[in-house]
């Protein structure tokens, strides 16, 4: 048995990228799912939960009908990758003590420093198993669809 090669390398691009994107889009909106009270909180939970429940196919297939280029691939695996990355960080960064956030925005830290210097830095293994979680489901999905 043969290996298509350039469908592999192909699979690994897409899975990547889409990783990468969700990665920066789910530690935004884990961290402030976290930290913030807002009104559509359980709303977005929801509509997380219902893209983890969707194969990517078929969010290509509704999103991307008559083109399917593998950058498309790749915007639609941030979609499936999102889901296991914010809910996979959401639980390490509610567990976290929120008062090392408080004492270092009282030494005049912003936020976006407490999160880089602080909060990541305490929870990042957890944050690393849901990235690899993501990049895996999204490599199998994406070869599938790659193969046909």
């Known amino acids: 048995m043969t290996l298509n090669w350039p469908l592999v390398w192909l699979s ?7 990783t990468a994107g969700a990665l920066v889009m789910g530690l935004w ?3 402030h799912m976290t930290t913030r009270e807002f009104i559509y909180r ?3 939970l929801g509509v997380l939960a219902l893209l983890f429940a969707t194969p990517v196919v078929i969010l290509a297939w509704v999103l991307l009908r008559p083109a399917f280029p593998w950058q498309a691939g790749a915007a639609v695996g941030v979609m499936a990758a999102l889901p296991p990355i914010v809910l996979g ?5 509610r567990e976290l003590n929120l008062e090392y956030g408080d004492a270092a925005r009282s030494l005049g830290c ?3 420093r407490i999160f880089w210097r602080v909060m990541l830095p305490l929870g990042w293994r957890p944050i690393l198993a849901a990235a ?3 990049f895996v489901r999204v490599l199998a999905e994406w ?4 193969a046909l």
């Open 110 to 112: 912003s936020e976006w």
């Open 132 to 134: 690899g979680v993501a």
């Open 42 to 44: 359980k709303a977005t």
């Open 29 to 31: 909106l884990g961290y």
């Open 12 to 18: 690994l691009r897409v899975a990547g990228l889409a």
């Open 143 to 146: 070869s599938i669809v790659a």
């Open 89 to 93: 960080a959401r639980g390490p960064m």
